[in-house]
T-cell receptor
Framework: KAGVTQTPRYLIKTRGQQVTLSCSPISGHRSVSWYQQTPGQGLQFLFEYFSETQRNKGNFPGRFSGRQFSNSRSEMNVSTLELGDSALYLC????????????FGPGTRLTVT | AQSVSQHNHHVILSEAASLELGCNYSYGGTVNLFWYVQYPGQHLQLLLKYFSGDPLVKGIKGFEAEFIKSKFSFNLRKPSVQWSDTAEYFCAVNALSGNTPLVFGKGTRLSVIA
């Protein structure tokens, strides 16, 4: 079974721009979660989607948003990029919403200059 | 809000040494517990998990972890490490009550030297 895939793998953007990252979960998985990973803060939860609805949201500004499609694929968007948004953005999928094991993708490395 | 503490930021061991990585969480209710590993250049992989039952759980590659409820701990162990165990290890906790997300510790970098 194919794992979680994320595109693009690497991205360089300029301050003020916006970016969209994509995630395809493992086939049959309906929950998708997004995390930001930085050396200083570690892994921080952004949001979780299940059945096209946002079920949970972390403590990030409104510039960070996401959505999930009917095929469970998910996108996250960051508007008005700041230097501090440079990070590895990880997507994880799970069979169900809630406290279940998650399977992670390779991440998208975003660099904001 | 729940939080996870991993006490060791960087651990350096020689091959064949025994490993124990500490993980403590702060949450009074029932939790699911996980250890994830991130090998250099690879994505996060699930090492082992505890949902219920026997508090000593065994995972892949010879790793095990023990859940001690009274100490709010879920320490990771391996009797004899190999060079290939060099990686970053993350403890994670998910509360069963309330709509709470998976919370990760800041990670412990393990370097195994020959």
């Amino acid at each position: 079974k194919a794992g979680v895939t994320q595109t693009p793998r690497y991205l360089i953007k300029t301050r003020g721009q916006q970016v969209t990252l994509s995630c395809s979960p493992i086939s049959g998985h309906r929950s998708v979660s997004w995390y930001q990973q930085t050396p200083g803060q570690g892994l921080q939860f952004l949001f979780e989607y299940f059945s096209e609805t946002q079920r949970n949201k972390g403590n990030f500004p409104g510039r960070f948003s996401g959505r999930q499609f009917s095929n469970s694929r998910s996108e996250m968007n960051v508007s008005t990029l700041e230097l501090g948004d440079s990070a590895l953005y990880l997507c994880a999928s799970s069979l169900r919403q809630g406290p279940y094991e998650q399977y992670f993708g390779p991440g998208t490395r975003l660099t904001v200059t | 809000a729940q939080s996870v503490s991993q006490h060791n930021h960087h651990v350096i061991l020689s091959e064949a040494a025994s490993l124990e990585l500490g993980c403590n969480y702060s949450y009074g209710g029932t939790v699911n517990l996980f250890w994830y590993v991130q090998y250099p250049g690879q994505h996060l992989q699930l090492l082992l998990k505890y949902f219920s039952g026997d508090p000593l759980v065994k995972g892949i590659k010879g790793f095990e972890a023990e859940f001690i409820k009274s100490k709010f701990s879920f320490n990771l162990r391996k009797p004899s490490v190999q060079w290939s165990d060099t990686a970053e290890y993350f403890c994670a906790v998910n509360a069963l009550s309330g709509n709470t997300p998976l919370v990760f510790g800041k990670g412990t970098r393990l370097s195994v030297i020959a």
